[in-house]
């Protein structure tokens, strides 16, 4: 936990003054209103009192200056005589406070009046408010308001001494009989008494301000004092619960605060004991995970080592790995993993780490002794089965191990047997991978080798097409001009040499073609043009087109159709398999007659028999001869000129358009090779081997004129 | 043979074919104009030049091609209504699409009788 030093505390004091100012101010301000009030209150009462003693002592006055203008001027009242009373008077009115003074009969008749001249002439006396001063020599003086001063009104007492009435009333002597004999009048001056009041006012005000200072001043001290505890108790409060709990609140007093100060230091102190143990806990808990990740970190390590089996590793590489993450992991002088032979039934010492020289690690254990999976500890060593599936599959031995080693190893056991089974398991599909990718690898660039060579005899076949029709079309073109005569008249001898050039020409050429139509089949480029073929139109034809071939041979061609037969096929194949066939039916019948036989068949489709009374085939040659290149035998080879291609490409044009070509023949009899179509095209179940035949069929009109296409 | 007063423009690389076809043409009353490659096909039928009635076109030639020259014929207004024949070792399937598809009329594949190829120049030129 991160703790905040004393300087943080201040800090955070400084930092956060404002709502203890307001504390303090509060305090202060509640203190000086009542300092104010009390201020005001005494200033208050002291000019209340003021107030009344000023009124009691302008009473006592009035009363002494009445009496005594009273008392002097008796006899003169008594006489009403102004003249007697004219010393008291004016010795009255000389006093400062005195404004008028006067002396009146008891008829209110004014004796003598001396008065200020600013005051004007008096007011005569009010008779219905002195009645009572009359009547009663005892009666208290009688004040009535007068503008500026007191107009003050006492009776005027003689003492009479009547002897009857004394002896009757008083048996014990003659009291002498009190009698009013006049008034005795004084106007007090107000200003004294304002001016000693303003005084008054002044002293109150000044009276109370200074309590209010004081207030003020106390209130100051007071708030001071019970703010700055406060304070310090809530900067306390605040540093400890920033953390930082060794903060000591220091009030400095022993009351309420005092003790919740005590009580906060207290509560810090725990804290602060309380975080330590936490501490100290925490350290023995960090020290603890430290030891527990370093655990599972070199165990991570082990199984890293082993998973990377997963990935490819070799096992050699893997088992070296994995011992020395058991030496690093382990304070074992030496380890070393031993694994089952190829026939898992003795181990064999695989790989050895050590630390210093190199141990011995003892016999070997058997195969048995493992199978329980609970490690061996010997004196010096220890042997933990490695179990896969129940099986021991191989071992760590452990020199000098602890137990803490050997646990660690039994650990390892079961992830190193797993990996070693990986290991091994992906070396071996490793080595097929590997094989089967350079069998495809070898495959593929077959494959491109093919479509290349492919491509490359395509390419060959054009341009021996075009390089070999070009001469060609020379030979023909000179033999038919000389034919013609148009370079002179040529002999019957030389014609017949040019008929051996045209034929010969001629030979070439159907060889260029055949060379190139099985080309084009064998390599899928065949399209066949789909239509209405009449077969008899197609006998006809090729009949016709066959006499060249007869030369002088002693042979007839005909043409056997029992109806007209229609079937949608390609008409220019039709005719070149039939030409095929009625040529070679010529080349091998010396005598006789070659017959094309068209008839219809139950399919709806037809059948063209190209019969000949030649030399025949022998049975077993009968299939030979459709191979490419292939003529019955040597012999006839020489004899009978041609291709071997004729048959060839005669049957794999049959199949294109859905038929077949059979043959029946007896040797010295004859043959027949029989075409048979479909009613129309129809794709072919795979031919036989030395047919391979392909081809895509399209349906459209031949082009306009398509030179393979005989008009009819 | 009696002339024709037709001219036929035979473009034609090879010597010999040349000669042969030129030979029958010539002798079955044609005037004939030698062409050996593509260049001198296009002298040919410059403007200051009659244009033939019918041409004759090899199409592996020398300098520019037959197909080129084809199209050339075809691109121009002078010439687009000449009816161009190829004559043509190239008997391929396909051989005869590319040479319509480059503006020749009409196509006759090597080797040919030479008869027939007058008796084709006839009946396009309406002759026969």
Known sequence: ???????????????????????????????????????AVAG????????????????????????????????????????????????????????????????????????????????PPPLARLTSLLADP???????????YDDMWAPIVTSVRTPAVAMSSEPGGAAPRREVVGLARVGLSLVPAREQLGEVLRTGVYLAALLAMLGALAALLIARRISDPILALAAGADAIRAGNLDVEIAVGSEDEIGLLAASFNAMAAELRETLGKLESLNRNLEAEVLRRTDEIRRSAEFTAVLNAAHEGEE???????????????????AAAILLTNEEALEFELHFAANKGDAPSFGAMPSHTALASGEPIVEPTRAIVPVLFRGQPE?????????????????????QLAIAVSNARAYNALQHLARELTERNAALVKQRDQLQEMNRLKSEFLANVSHELRTPLNA?????????????????????????????????????INQILDLSKVESGKVEIYVTEVAMHDIAQHVAAEAQVFLR????????????????????AKVQQIVTNLVSNAVKFTDKGSVTIEVTPTKEGGVAIAVKDTGIGIRREDQQLIFEEFRQVDGSSTRRYSGTGLGLAIARRFAHLLGGTITVESTVGVGSTFTLTLPPEPRPRPPAPPSTRQSGTMRAVPPPPSSPGVQKR | MTPTGKTVLLVEDNPHNRKIFSGMLVHSGFAVVEAEDGHQALAAVAPDKPLPDVVLMDLSIPGVDGWEVTRRFKADARTKSVPIIALTAHAMRGDEERARA????????????????????????GMS
């Not at chain 1, 004091?13 to 100012?21: A, C, E, I, N």
């Not at chain 1, 096992?315 to 002088?333: F, I, M, Q």
């Not at chain 1, 191989?394 to 079961?414: K, N, Q, S």
């Not at chain 2, 480059?102 to 030129?125: F, M, N, Q």
């Open chain 1, 394 to 414: 191989g071992a760590i031995v452990l020199l000098e191990p602890t137990r803490e080693a050997i646990d660690f190893a039994a650990r390892a056991a079961g």
């Open chain 1, 475 to 511: 030979i023909l073109g000179y033999t038919e001009l000389i034919h013609e005569g148009i370079y002179g008249p040529t002999t019957g001898e030389q014609r017949e040499a040019l008929d051996g050039v045209e034929e010969s020409s001629r030979n070439l050429l159907t060889l």
């Open chain 2, 102 to 125: 480059a503006g020749c009329d009409h196509y006759l594949a090597k080797p040919i009788s030479p008869k027939k190829v007058v008796e084709e120049v006839r009946k396009i030129l």
């Open chain 1, 1 to 39: 936990m991160e703790r905040a030093r004393g300087a943080t505390v201040s800090l955070r004091l400084d930092g956060t003054p404002r709502p203890r100012r307001r504390f303090r101010t509060r305090v202060f301000v509640s203190l000086l209103a009542l300092s104010i009030v009390t201020g």
């Open chain 1, 44 to 123: 208050a009462v002291f000019y209340r009192l003021q107030l009344e003693f000023i009124e009691k002592d302008r009473a006592r006055r009035a009363s002494t200056l009445l009496t005594s203008l009273a008392t002097q001027a008796e006899l003169g009242a008594y006489a009403g005589d102004a003249g007697l009373c004219d010393l008291p008077v004016r010795r009255t009115f000389r006093e400062d406070d005195v404004v008028m003074a006067g002396v009146y009969d008891t008829g209110g008749r004014k004796i003598l009046q001396l008065s200020l001249p600013a005051l004007g002439t008096p007011p």
């Open chain 1, 315 to 333: 096992l050699k590489r893997l088992l070296e790995d994995a011992l020395a993450t058991l030496l690093a992991a382990t304070n074992v002088r």
């Open chain 1, 552 to 571: 002088d041979k002693a042979l007839k061609i005909e043409v056997v159709a029992a109806s007209r037969i229609v079937i949608k096929t390609d008409s």
């Open chain 1, 138 to 148: 005892d009666a208290p003086a009688v004040r009535l308001p007068a503008d500026g």
